[in-house]
């Protein structure tokens, strides 16, 4: 059974500040880790992809991939009341099927 | 506009009665799937289809149908819906699967079965 962990939260960081979020997988065979952005009520968009192991940045957002750990991070620099929302972490296994972790809110107040 | 529709985006039914919730994309992707989403339990993949005519289970596949007939449709059947069904639906639809395949999502159908 493929398994991929999130903490909860709520994740509360004040505006400006570097929001930490973090997911473990099960599947040593992962292949390719997602994360998503769900405001509430509506569906998951998509922040950011990374594959290799190391860091990724796009903007304010940086992924990071540690496949000996079995571990996916995304942090957001300078964060915003708008980044308010649901973090999905998902993973391919490579077998045509996304398993996404149950996700991580955050909370950035003014 | 690139987009996922579903139709209904609300629906209450009662149990028993045979539904069917559509997914249609403009993107001519090949793959679509269907989610459900419920407090706690995160999102869970019902089916997955990679092509025409070509449909898989997902991870919670029992109580449900799909089909594949065209590219464009996914429709999602519950043939004789439960009160466990009572969740939100999401389509799903993607070039292809693998690390570069960004998922597109439909707006979400939120169904109630009494």
């Known amino acids: 059974q493929k398994e991929v962990e999130q903490n909860s939260g709520p994740l509360s960081v004040p505006e400006g500040a570097i929001a930490s979020l973090n997911c473990t997988y099960s599947?040593?065979?992962?292949?390719?880790f997602f994360w998503y952005r769900q405001y509430s009520g509506k569906s998951p968009e998509l922040i950011m992809f990374i594959y290799s192991n190391g860091d990724k940045e796009d903007g304010r957002f940086t992924a990071q991939l540690n496949k000996a750990s079995q571990y996916v991070s995304l942090l957001i620099r300078d964060s915003q009341p708008s980044d308010s929302a649901t973090y999905l972490c998902?993973?391919?296994?490579?077998?045509?099927?996304?398993?996404f972790g149950k996700g991580t809110m955050l909370l950035v107040s003014p | 506009e690139a987009q996922v529709t579903q139709n209904p985006r609300y629906l209450i039914t009662v149990t028993g009665k045979k539904l069917t919730v559509t997914c249609s994309q403009n993107?001519?992707?090949?793959?679509m799937s269907w989610y459900r989403q419920d407090p706690g339990l995160g999102l869970r993949q019902i089916y997955y289809s990679m092509n025409v005519e070509v449909t898989d289970k997902g991870d919670v596949p029992e109580g449900y149908k799909v089909s594949r007939k065209e590219k464009r449709n996914f429709p999602l059947i519950l043939e004789s819906p439960s009160p466990n069904q009572t969740s939100l639906y999401f389509c799903a639809s993607s070039r292809g699967t693998g690390a570069t395949y960004e998922q597109y999502f439909g707006p979400g159908t939120r169904l109630t079965v009494t």
């Open positions: 599947d040593r065979g992962s292949q390719s």
């Open positions: 993107m001519n992707h090949e793959y």
């Open positions: 998902a993973v391919d296994s490579g077998y045509s099927t996304l398993t």
